[in-house]
T-cell receptor, first 113, second 113 residues
Framework: GENVEQHPSTLSVQEGDSAVIKCTYS??????FPWYKQELGKGPQLIIDIRSNVGEKKDQRIAVTLNKTAKHFSLHITETQPEDSAVYFC????????????FGSGTQLTVLP | EAQVTQNPRYLITVTGKKLTVTCSQNMNHEYMSWYRQDPGLGLRQIYYSMNVEVTDKGDVPEGYKVSRKEKRNFPLILESPSPNQTSLYFC????????????FGPGTRLLVL
């Protein structure tokens, strides 16, 4: 089955700096890669996703890149703000949808004011 | 308001005492699933359901049961809880046609003594 590794487990950045979280996956058939943000005391929420036929996707300050050859994908957050502080999870699936995802272990992002 | 609700939010119990965690969604979603979240392991799927009376095992189903008698409800049953089932549990739902957005509940924190 799919295995997803996520790094780093914790990340602290100064407000306004950029943050990058990286994930690698094992199943070359995986074709859907979402990122979830989990705020304290809440359930995860989808923030951005990418499919295997696309190399990069942006949504305002958030971007995701995918390298199929190397089997890794990354989340980039620019101009970080205190409200970006949360746990971020990457995930992957070969099934083309969010219904059977394999999640990474999570990254605790702290944005320091 | 569209949402997934879980009850209880916090639960302390003892080994072997049967318990049920309820999950309900008001979005008429066909697909529902249960995850457990453990430190360093991310989210792992326990069971999922594609519609009423249709359920299947996820990655870590041992020790759990589910039922889907109504479209809106998907309870998680621990018939004989053990300490290794101490975890944070999330219910999620999505439209079958929209496989990309899973809506997560707020979570249930379970401690089995």
């Amino acid at each position: 089955g799919e295995n997803v590794e996520q790094h780093p487990s914790t990340l602290s950045v100064q407000e306004g700096d950029s943050a990058v979280i990286k994930c690698t996956y094992s199943d070359s058939a995986s074709n859907y890669f979402p990122w979830y943000k989990q705020e304290l005391g809440k359930g995860p929420q989808l923030i951005i996703d990418i499919r295997s036929n696309v190399g990069e996707k942006k949504d305002q300050r958030i971007a995701v890149t995918l390298n199929k050859t190397a089997k890794h994908f990354s989340l980039h957050i620019t101009e970080t703000q205190p409200e970006d502080s949360a746990v971020y999870f990457c995930a992957a699936t070969p099934r083309g949808s969010a219904r059977q995802l394999t999640f990474g272990s999570g990254t605790q992002l702290t944005v320091l004011p | 308001e569209a949402q997934v609700t879980q009850n209880p939010r916090y639960l302390i119990t003892v080994t072997g005492k049967k318990l049920t965690v309820t999950c309900s969604q008001n979005m008429n979603h066909e697909y529902m699933s249960w995850y457990r979240q453990d430190p360093g392991l991310g989210l792992r799927q326990i069971y999922y359901s594609m519609n009423v009376e249709v359920t299947d095992k996820g990655d870590v189903p041992e020790g759990y049961k589910v039922s889907r008698k109504e479209k809106r409800n998907f309870p998680l049953i621990l018939e004989s809880p053990s300490p290794n089932q101490t975890s944070l549990y999330f219910c999620a739902s999505s439209l079958w046609e929209d496989g990309e957005t899973q809506y997560f509940g707020p979570g249930t924190r379970l401690l089995v003594l």
